[in-house]
């Protein structure tokens, strides 16, 4: 089992749909990160959790530290969203993983 | 803020040919510095990390090898590469006075 799993790993929806991708672990850890990867293959950081919510723009990423489980939201949609999500969980002592990656496709 | 510089963000290169990536820093210093790949179908993985000048630890057996030659300055080499090299590299760093890691933005490598 991957210590990292996001689900799903393809997503395809409609213009001003709200979009959930999920992100689970299976140890402890210090931080999360979700990430951004463009068609063109750069990366953007978008948030790091360590507890709770954050919420940028229409951007809003959870994270229950509990259950070991962080979610990254998107309201209003929209085509230019359409990117890689990248979830990846900091455990510590140079050990960064991360996972397999969310293929978002948001069609007009 | 701490950023990273990394290019170029699209490389090209035939078989047998070097490598040399190269990842500079601005914002902080000493920090530990660190080279992702991220090859077709699968997620990244590390392969080299850094905690100072001329100390590296390898992760993964390659045909790759890192230096890092000045603090802030990391570099991604190899003498031939192979086919199997192509892919996604991403440096990052963790360091004062950020907690947790700062990315760059990439380097997409194809060998042919």
């Known amino acids: 089992k991957n210590e990292v799993e996001q689900s799903p790993q393809n997503l395809t929806a409609q213009e001003g749909e709200f979009i959930t991708i999920n992100c689970s672990y299976s140890?402890?850890?210090?931080?999360l990160h979700w990430l951004q990867q463009h068609p063109g293959g750069g990366i953007v950081s978008l948030f790091m959790?360590?507890?709770g919510k954050k919420k940028h723009g229409r951007l809003i990423a959870t994270i229950n530290i509990q259950e070991k489980h962080s979610s990254l939201h998107i309201t209003a949609s929209h085509p230019r969203d359409s990117a890689v999500y990248i979830c990846?969980?900091?455990?510590?002592?140079?050990?960064?993983?991360f996972g397999q990656g969310t293929r978002l496709t948001i069609n007009p | 803020s701490q950023t990273i510089h990394q290019w170029p963000a699209t490389l090209v290169q035939p078989v047998g040919s070097p490598l040399s990536l190269e990842c500079t820093v601005e914002?902080?210093?000493?920090?530990?510095l660190y080279w992702y790949r991220q090859a077709a179908g699968r997620g990244l993985q590390l392969l080299f990390y850094?905690?100072?000048?001329?100390?590296i630890s390898s992760e993964v057996p390659q045909n790759l090898s890192a230096s890092r030659p000045q603090d802030r300055q990391f570099i991604l080499s190899s003498k031939k590469l192979l086919l199997s090299d192509s892919g996604f590299y991403l440096c990052?760093?963790?360091?004062?006075?950020?907690?947790?890691?700062?990315f760059g933005s990439g380097t997409r490598l194809t060998v042919v």
């Open positions: 914002g902080t210093s000493n920090p530990n």
């Open positions: 140890v402890g850890i210090s931080a």
């Open positions: 990052a760093l963790t360091g004062y006075p950020n907690y947790g890691y700062t």
């Open positions: 990846a969980v900091d455990m510590g002592a140079q050990k960064l993983v």
């Open positions: 959790l360590s507890s």
């Open positions: 850094s905690v100072g000048i001329g100390q």
